[in-house]
């Protein structure tokens, strides 16, 4: 993939040269450079991303009263994980005892 140097779009190969379809920036193309990108093929799909689990390798507790009806539980394991694409942490909760789980609103 090669982006255009004067107005960032996309460019698109003619040829022997790169052209930008937006301002029609011309540069030529160079054959170790494109042979070094990634193509789609060559991609790995490494499955679907882990799910947060405020249990695992949890050890601090915290005073948080427990969201579920049967429970009347005040403690709860939490994890702090950066929110995705965010700037700022989300909590996760999970009850010790009835392993309710729920985020920090």
């Not at 947060?52 to 579920?68: F, I, R, V």
Request: aromatic share 6%; net charge negative.
């Amino acid at each position: 993939m090669q982006f255009c140097d004067e107005c960032g779009s996309l460019m698109h190969t003619q040829d022997d040269r790169w052209v930008c379809r937006s301002c029609e920036n011309e540069a030529p193309r160079d054959s170790q450079v494109e042979a070094a990108m990634t193509t789609r093929d060559g991609q790995q799909d490494d499955g679907a991303p882990a799910v947060a689990d405020a249990t695992q390798d949890a050890t601090e507790t915290m005073a948080e009263s427990c969201p579920a009806d049967d429970c009347d539980s005040d403690r709860a394991n939490y994890e702090m994980l950066p929110k995705p694409g965010g700037s700022y942490e989300v909590r996760l909760f999970t009850c010790v005892e009835c392993g309710q789980k729920w985020r920090e609103s």
